[in-house]
């Protein structure tokens, strides 16, 4: 199998590792200034209640306990499931100001699930919905260091601006359970279209020689790892380099990365990641795997300069998806904290 890499303008034609080339992405003079105004018109349609509820100072410890495996549990902030039609109108929109068309229709897949676990499967509580997800504002909008995050079980999108710059846009996570809808009135859905089968096909094309350079171990590790407060279990790269990978493998691994990086931004914000992205030695990044490309639970990272990417299967759950996605140096705005 070859993907054809040009149709979303992520490779020009012929081009090599090293030589990536940005197609044509939309124009947003500010998607900064546009968060601030949607961050501010949120707020400002909440009760002086419902707004203590939805913000916490930048320096809040809350900030950097992000959770999206919370089950039925609502996460820190205000819920959708407890405002108005208005206000989760201007919180949509403000979850919008952060996403591509293709993001947010993959967020709402992710919220709908909540739905799904609900009603064909009886998992978790009975009032678990598709709007217990909270939308948390630490800081003043526009002013200074802030950032926000909509969060909820299977979904983290953390963002942090200085003043109307965007200045980090990880950890996210768009995870799943189930991944595909088997029956109901949503059968047929597919929450995670291509991560799971993507990292199948590049570990299944490799040499047995790269595999043996992937392999981390022979089993899942059953979740990912770099979980809030444990970034620190990945620790040095593993995995086989993509330098020693054949560049019909590097194509299908950079468009994995982009999956997970950029293909959710808006398209200003696109450009940005593609940027940083180059900014690491992307010849140098690894992929590393554990598991069975063919059946059962699975689990590979992708490990380079500037991100970290993982994907899990739980252990004999295989329709059940965890994903995060890292930037070490810059998550939640690192490197402009003091």
């Not at 009603?119 to 200074?144: H, L, M």
Request: negative net charge.
């Amino acid at each position: 199998m070859r993907l054809d890499l040009t149709r979303r303008g992520v490779l020009g034609a012929g081009a090599a590792l090293g030589v990536l080339a940005l197609g044509a992405r939309p124009a947003f003079a500010k998607p900064g200034a546009d968060m601030v105004a949607r961050a501010q018109g949120f707020l400002g349609g909440l009760s002086e209640g419902a707004r203590a509820e939805a913000t916490r100072g930048f320096d809040d410890p809350l900030r950097l306990r992000w959770d999206y495996m919370t089950g039925s549990r609502v996460s820190p902030g205000l819920p959708l499931e407890r405002m108005s039609e208005v206000q989760k109108g201007a919180a949509l929109d403000l979850l919008r100001s952060g996403l591509s068309e293709d993001g947010f229709a993959k967020a709402e897949r992710v919220m709908l699930l909540q739905d799904v676990l609900r009603d064909e499967i009886g998992k978790g509580t009975a009032d678990r919905n598709r709007e217990r997800f909270s939308v948390i504002v630490f800081g003043t909008p526009g002013e200074g260091l802030w950032g926000w995050r909509f969060e909820g079980h299977h979904l983290t999108l953390n963002y942090t601006l200085a003043g109307d710059q965007i200045v980090s846009v990880t950890p996210s996570s768009f995870s799943s359970d189930p991944n595909t809808v088997a029956s109901g009135p949503h059968e047929g859905t597919v929450a995670l279209q291509e991560e799971e089968n993507y990292g199948r096909i590049i570990f299944g094309a490799m040499t047995d020689k790269a595999r043996g350079h992937a392999l981390l171990q022979e089993q899942s590790f059953g979740n990912v790892l770099a979980l809030a407060g444990k970034e620190s279990r990945i620790g040095a790269r593993r995995g086989v380099p993509f330098a020693d990978l054949a560049q019909a493998e590097v194509d299908f691994l950079m468009e994995l990365v982009d999956i997970y990086s950029s293909y959710h931004l808006p398209g200003a914000l696109q450009g940005d990641m593609w940027g940083r992205l180059r900014e690491g030695d992307l010849a140098a990044a690894r992929f590393g795997w554990a598991g069975d490309e063919k059946k059962g639970s699975i689990y590979y990272r992708i490990h380079g300069d500037t991100f970290l990417i993982e994907f899990a299967t739980l252990r004999n759950q295989p329709q059940h998806h965890h994903t995060i996605r890292h930037d070490f140096e810059r998550n939640l705005g690192a490197h402009v904290v003091g």
